[in-house]
Structures are given as structure tokens and as C-alpha cells.
């Protein structure tokens, strides 16, 4: 599956961005999708994953509480909304696909097989 993921930009602390990822080509409901960031220097960590069908997510414990993730299958899209931005949060944006039969989802970068290219995400102190 083709991914693109777009609504990144500059941001001040404790505002508020929705990141979307739009899928092409199969349906995107056979896929667990994830969300991950890689800020400057560091590697890529995970930030938010949703099962297949949209009833198990989890969330990254240093976002917990202001991110969530969702997504309409029967658009072939997957947010993440983003709430009290903060400089940290500043990283490149990756969305993510796992074709996945079991309806969980994966934390790790190894667990999918298909990205995004990414969107930059800048808050500003």
C-alpha cells in the first residue's frame, strides 16, 4: 500500500496540529497502521498504532494524553490529532501499514512494511 502522509507544519507550544496519512491501493482496512517520529539526531520511536478495524490503539506514554490516533477505513485515511504541542514533539512524522490478520498492531519499526515519506512538525517555544 502507498502511503502519504501530509498536515505537518510550525507550530507554538501548546498548539494543536491533525496529521492525516492517505492510503492508495488495497483497501486499507486489511492493515494495522502506525504513526512514528524520528526528531534530529535521534531514531525513529514509535508514537501511535491502531488496529485494522479501529478498536485497539495504543499511544506512546511520552504523548499520552494529547495525542490520539483514529482513521475511516472507508476513506483510506488515519490521523493523528495532536494536542499541547511542546518543542520536543518536533520531529519528521511517519505513517505506517502492517497487513495484519490477528486485528492487533505493532510498536515496532520492524512491524510494518510499507511508510509514508513523512511530514515535518515544528513546534516553536
Known amino acids: 500500500v502507498q502511503l502519504q502522509a501530509s498536515g505537518g507544519g510550525l507550530v507554538q507550544a501548546g498548539g494543536s496540529l491533525r496529521l492525516s496519512c492517505e492510503a492508495s491501493?488495497?483497501?486499507?482496512?486489511?492493515?494495522?497502521m502506525g504513526w512514528f517520529r524520528r526528531a534530529p539526531g535521534k531514531e525513529r520511536e514509535f508514537v501511535a498504532a491502531?488496529?485494522?478495524?479501529?478498536?485497539?490503539?495504543a499511544i506512546a506514554d511520552s504523548v499520552k494524553g494529547r495525542f490520539t490516533i483514529s482513521r475511516e477505513n472507508a476513506k483510506n485515511m488515519v490521523y493523528l490529532q495532536m494536542f499541547g504541542l511542546k518543542p520536543e514533539d518536533t520531529a519528521v512524522y511517519y505513517c505506517?501499514?502492517?497487513?495484519?490478520?490477528?486485528?492487533?498492531?505493532?510498536?515496532?519499526?520492524?512491524?510494518?512494511?510499507?511508510w509514508g515519506q513523512g511530514t515535518l512538525v515544528t513546534v516553536s517555544s
Open positions: 505506517a501499514a502492517r497487513w495484519d490478520v490477528s486485528g492487533g498492531y505493532s510498536r515496532t519499526v520492524d512491524g510494518y512494511h510499507d
Open positions: 491502531i488496529s485494522r478495524g479501529g478498536t485497539v490503539k
Open positions: 491501493g488495497p483497501t486499507l482496512g486489511h492493515y494495522s
